[in-house]
């Protein structure tokens, strides 16, 4: 007698952002348990990020009394879990004899809050001063789990003397001009911690060369893009930027001296 019957199992993967397939788990766990209450599992699907992936599981057709039993999901897991993270069990369909749909609907990592500022020297008198400028980023992060990477460009109207500069920490590219940081923000997961707030700020202290001085004024530009490592998804910022006016000039004094009998 061989009471057995195979139940199909189907994976959706569904949501904004899920065509890209490596946002999704590597795999998936499907779990299914019949009106008996004995439980089974679904064997792990190797292709489990393929979009309506099926797998056949072999289960027994009858209850010990001789009922024909029904199959139904009961939870899923994943050894993927930062990813499996980003996905909500938004539908069960068992319409189809013997088979079980299960769909998973993605929801990207959410950025709010986001501000990004540039203050510094706003005058300067000589071409050789030295000058300071503040870069702030802060945000919140909702709806991830994992690690993510924070990096800030800073775009430079001018080369600088790097023996006189001070850059905390930041990479200098004479040929593009720019100073680089990158952060790393790691362990996030939003789901069981709450909401991430992310606050990174960077003072530097710069002294240029090759200035233009008739130039009268210049702008210093910065950017931040926050990538998310586990979807791949970045998160730019709007530029900010410093303008520092030249003000080149200075005094001479005229003396008048007259002289002569009388």
């Not at 939003?190 to 200035?211: C, F, L, R």
């Amino acid at each position: 007698q061989n009471f057995k019957k195979k139940i199909t199992v189907i994976k959706e993967w569904a949501g904004e952002g899920n065509e890209v397939q490596s946002v999704r788990p590597s795999n998936v766990t499907i779990n299914l348990e019949n009106e008996a209450k004995a439980e089974l599992t679904s064997a792990n699907a190797v292709e489990g990020n393929a979009n309506q992936w099926s797998k056949e599981v072999e289960v027994d057709k009858y209850s010990k009394d001789g009922k024909e039993l029904t199959y139904g999901y009961v939870s899923e897991t994943s050894t993927d879990a930062n990813k499996f993270a980003s996905y909500t069990n938004t539908g069960v369909d068992t319409s189809v004899a013997d088979t079980v749909k299960v769909t998973n609907t993605y929801k990207a990592p959410e950025v709010t809050d986001e501000t990004f500022t540039k203050d510094g020297t706003t005058t300067i008198t000589s071409k050789d001063d030295e000058l300071t400028y503040t870069i702030s980023y802060s945000s919140t992060v909702t709806d991830y789990k994992g690690d993510a990477t924070l990096t800030i460009v800073d775009k430079l109207p001018y080369e600088i003397d790097e023996t006189k500069s001070d850059l905390n920490g930041g990479t200098y590219d004479a040929a593009t001009k720019t100073i680089t940081w990158t952060e790393r923000i790691t362990g996030i997961d939003t789901y069981a911690n709450g909401a991430k707030n992310i606050e990174v700020s960077k003072t530097i202290e710069v002294v240029y060369v090759g200035m233009d001085v008739t130039a009268g004024t210049f702008k210093n530009t910065a950017q931040g893009t926050l990538k998310f490592d586990e979807t791949g998804k970045e998160d730019p910022t709007d530029p900010a930027e410093e303008t520092t006016t030249q003000n080149f000039k200075k005094k001479i004094t005229v003396i008048k001296e007259w002289a002569g009998e009388g």
